[in-house]
């Protein structure tokens, strides 16, 4: 818990992290994939979590599923959006779907993904890492949402999401 809590208020900042550029290569990764199918993708990066929530033990997961709400990434009209979120003082990396892939997608190919993320975030270039995460998250999703099923609007934001 203490090393955790120290992990959480010595966070790497976001905007060091991620820089406009590496932001700007998210949002036009997403914009394109959305193209190529009917779902939602969002990404969202959070630098640590409150002191209250560490005392409670809220793991990445569940801030992941509390972003998943608080984005309103399940307001899409085929319940298909998928939100990538990111909480840099854990190391952690969650992928969160709506109701409307559970059973079509497996959990071994988020966790795949998950992974592969990982890796690459760790290599030489974060942002291109990013991009075939969101790409491999597009591919899944053109597999069960072809561009026909999409809506006519952009239910949901295609920039980053800075939490916290």
Known sequence: MIGRALRHIVSPSVRRTFPASTLQAITQAIAAGEQHHGGQVMFAVEADLPLHALWRGVSARQAAERAFAQLRTWDTEHNNGVLIYLLLADHAIEIVADRGLHGRVAEADWQRICATLREGLRGRDPAAALVLAINDVSALLAG????????DQDALPDWPQILG
């Open 144 to 151: 069960h949402f072809p561009p026909g099923a999409r809506s």
